[in-house]
């Protein structure tokens, strides 16, 4: 390898008619120019060093210009004079669009999403239209469930059946839980002088409202105290708070529907449970329908029997927990069906004592049925009348449902029967023959 030494440069001057024609080159042994100067009748004006991958110039301007490639560990600049650099093309971008390609170098922003089945995603979330070609994409549930995550089988949706579908559980869900937690937050708007009530009833099912409406209580530091109120069939956070963990109920009584939940969310009982038992009032779904009759004919208010189920609760409370006390009832659902009515209806008399039923064992002699209509008082109505059996010769079974207007009424016709020497029994509360045969 050669090494060219310049030990000195000596400067002259240049007659203004001179000329520099010569260009002065360093080349290595291969004779490859390394260094040029190349020399013009203004003076130098470039200077250029060549590499084996590039030629790098530095014009009169002080500009560098590179012919080939460059590589560097970094570069530096905003890159805002860079020119004659190709990259990714995004046709239709605009906001809130997804971004798809199809190979090479355009993207696409649509607006719109079209599944063509070709893959199995696990989530999809949406906000525009989803168009599906060639079939719904079948979700990997053991693989969604085994995340932690809760997920229920859906139903219909848009006409197509419920087989590989599921949707998650919006009831054991951070986002549901954050947002009911807004329900806590427009009750102190609306208190006077923005002030916590002394106590919150509301009902409970899978857990979102309750846990959001406590998890803002406690971030605001609110002195408020909390009662639920579930019904006696789908208990689940009463089970929870007795045994300390969550427990999935192995029958549920679903007429209460917007309550009726087998199991409280996980995400919802890290929240609830540090209440007890005692904090849970648990109700009977007969009581409530009696709540909905008095809510209907005292005030014009349709609840259905969730949202019943709060106010219901108040029942529970001694006179001396209520007076002079800020007490707010969250009356929460509106999807009751008007044709549930006569059944509501039919419950609340039962659960008042105004409507029983029993079964008269009653001889077969003509004047028998006379005999027991006198027995009946002026408020009482018999509402059915049905006989079960005609196979005895003595005696007939007949199924009798009386309604009245105060319940001490039937410990009357009840006294008056046994006098007369009639056979009865009252089914009213057997819970067998409530299911069969009323």
């Avoid at 084996?52 to 905003?78: L, P």
């Avoid at 208010?301 to 969250?330: T, W, Y």
């Avoid at 002699?365 to 003595?394: H, M, Q, V």
Wanted: with cysteine; hydrophobic share 40%.
């Amino acid at each position: 390898m050669s090494t060219l030494r310049i030990s000195n440069i000596e400067a002259k001057s240049i007659p203004a008619s001179a000329t520099i024609d010569e260009k002065i080159k360093i080349t290595n042994s291969s004779g490859d120019v390394l260094v040029h100067i190349d020399g013009k009748t203004s003076g130098i004006t470039t200077i250029g060093i060549n590499t084996t991958a590039s030629n790098i110039t530095f014009d009169a301007n002080s500009n560098i210009v590179v012919a080939g490639i460059i590589t560097a560990t970094a570069f530096h600049g905003d890159g805002s004079n860079l020119t004659g650099i190709t990259g990714t093309t995004i046709n239709n971008n605009a906001a809130n669009r997804v971004i798809t390609g199809e190979g090479g170098t355009t993207l696409n922003g649509e607006s719109n999403l079209t599944f063509d089945g070709s893959s199995s995603p696990a989530v999809l979330g949406l906000t525009g239209d989803l168009t599906v070609v060639g079939g719904w994409p079948k979700i990997n549930l053991q693989a969604t469930q085994a995340s932690g995550e809760n997920y229920q089988i859906a139903g219909a949706i848009q006409g197509v059946t419920n087989q590989g579908f599921c949707i998650r559980n919006t009831t054991d869900n951070a986002n549901v839980i954050e947002g009911q937690a807004t329900v806590m937050s427009e009750i102190i708007d609306q208190m006077p002088d923005r002030k916590s009530p002394d106590l919150v009833l509301l009902a409970v099912g899978g857990g979102g409202l309750a846990s959001g409406m406590v998890k803002y209580a406690r971030y605001k530091s609110l002195t408020n105290d909390f009662l639920f109120a579930e019904p006696k069939g789908a208990a689940s956070l009463h089970a929870a708070l007795s045994k300390q963990k969550i427990v999935r109920l192995k029958k549920t009584n679903n007429f209460v529907d917007g309550a009726s939940v087998a199991e409280i969310g996980k995400l919802n009982f890290s929240i609830l449970k540090t209440f007890s038992t005692e904090d849970v009032k648990v109700i009977e779904e007969d009581r409530v329908c009696s709540t909905m009759i008095e809510m209907l004919n005292n005030e014009g208010i349709v609840l259905e029997p969730a949202g019943a189920l709060a106010i219901d609760a108040l029942k529970d409370l001694k006179a001396s927990e209520l007076i002079g006390k800020k007490i707010v009832c969250v009356v929460s659902g509106g999807n009751f069906d008007f044709e549930r009515l006569p059944d509501v209806k039919e419950r609340a008399l039962r659960v008042t004592g105004l409507k029983k039923y029993v079964i008269l064992r009653l001889p077969q002699r003509p004047g028998a049925l006379k005999d027991f209509l006198n027995l009946l008082g002026p408020d009482d109505d018999i509402s059915r009348f049905e006989y079960l059996k005609k196979s005895a010769r003595n005696f007939g079974s007949v199924l009798i449902g009386i309604e009245t207007t105060t319940a001490g009424n039937f410990e009357k016709l009840f006294n008056r029967m046994t006098e007369s020497g009639f056979t009865f029994e009252d089914i009213t509360d057997n819970q067998a023959l409530k299911e069969f045969v009323i």
